[in-house]
């Protein structure tokens, strides 16, 4: 990992969520302050607003793509500044370089979780940022087979900062699932190109299709931030979200009516996996912080496999079709039987 980062050094973890804890916690003390994207996954957001503020660490949650919002969040008590680009689940993106910029003129670090983009498509470090951390569970296992996450960052910062905390509250990643981790790197490249390209044609597909408001992906050129994806981004990653009309009812009729796309909250699988935001990773936000964050109870997440593309196209049309019947006409009709 450290010559796919292009870091010095590096430190596994029995979970990405270890990691993201162990990279904030092992530089801060009481009196401390963070300031974070407010577009995080949840259990990052849980870290960030419950557990830090516990041990007198204060946060500030910021409009990530605003520079001037993470200008104006800066105190002197600043110590990290945090952020994953593109955002789980709406794939926003973040100006790497200038908030490193902006972190590193006050004396902060930059903490990025860079899971959706993989270290192939996107370099934080040579962006500009402190610190890198990975979900291993995603990309880099790719078959859903076992947990694991990782830091990246400079010898210096590991061993003043990291080391000694890892040592002695013993986040480590257990032998088995390093060996079946590094297993899942000799084929990473190879995964990680076939389900961008699929990625790119499945929302082409879905921004043109009955019942879909919008589909939203890094690569399109319809994304908001096209312009950023290319300038800091290699590839548009492998991960999709759309929103169909009907909200909950028919997101939920959707997803039952696939046949080959599975339900599943994670991501960066062989297998082409969906969930529903609102009621899974981002469940413990607020209605009004979803709302915020764009995450409606129409909006779904697609994590694109390696299966072929007409057969994943064949699958999201049939169901999107399910999910529009379900709407207007009995279930038990939509299903090919009487009421």
């Not at 043109?208 to 408001?213: D, F, L, N, T």
Request: hydrophobic share 45%; with cysteine.
């Amino acid at each position: 990992m450290c010559l796919l980062e292009g870091a010095e050094d590096a430190r596994a973890t029995a979970s990405g969520m270890a990691a993201v804890a162990s990279a904030i916690g092992c530089q801060l003390k009481a009196g401390d302050h963070i300031v974070a994207a407010k577009a995080l996954f949840g259990s990052c957001r849980w870290v960030i607003e419950k557990l830090m503020p516990s041990y007198g660490v204060a946060c500030t949650l910021v409009d990530g793509k605003n520079l001037d919002a993470w200008k104006q969040a800066v105190r002197p008590e600043t110590k990290v500044f945090f952020l994953e680009s593109p955002t789980n689940p709406t794939l926003e993106l973040c100006d790497i370089r200038a908030i490193a910029d902006l972190a590193h003129e006050n004396g902060a670090k930059l903490i990025v979780d860079n899971v959706f983009a993989t270290p192939l498509q996107q370099k934080p470090l040579a962006l500009g940022a402190d610190i890198v951390v990975y979900s291993a569970t995603k990309h880099i296992d790719g078959q859903g087979r076992c947990l694991g996450g990782i830091v990246l960052s400079g010898k210096k910062w590991i061993e003043e900062n990291l080391h000694d905390y890892f040592r002695h509250t013993g986040p480590s990643l257990s032998p088995f699932n390093a060996w079946v981790l590094l297993k899942g790197l000799e084929t990473l490249p190879v995964r990680v190109r076939q389900q961008t390209e699929t990625a790119a044609k499945l929302c082409e597909f879905l921004a043109s299709h009955a019942g879909v408001k919008r589909a939203i992906y890094p690569g399109a050129p319809s994304h908001p931030q096209a312009e950023l994806a290319q300038k800091q981004m290699t590839g548009g990653s492998t991960l999709l979200a759309f929103e169909v009309e009907g909200g909950k009812q028919a997101a939920f009729a959707l997803e039952n009516a696939l046949k080959l796309i599975r339900i599943s909250n994670n991501l960066g699988d062989a297998k082409s996996l969906i969930t529903h935001p609102a009621t899974t990773t981002h469940k413990n936000l607020a209605a009004e912080d979803q709302a915020e964050l764009g995450i409606s109870p129409g909006l779904l997440r697609l994590s694109v496999g390696l299966e072929d593309v007409d057969d994943l196209m064949t699958d999201l049309d049939q169901a999107l079709a399910a999910a529009r019947c379900f709407l207007s006409r009995p279930a038990a009709i939509c299903r090919g039987t009487s009421p």
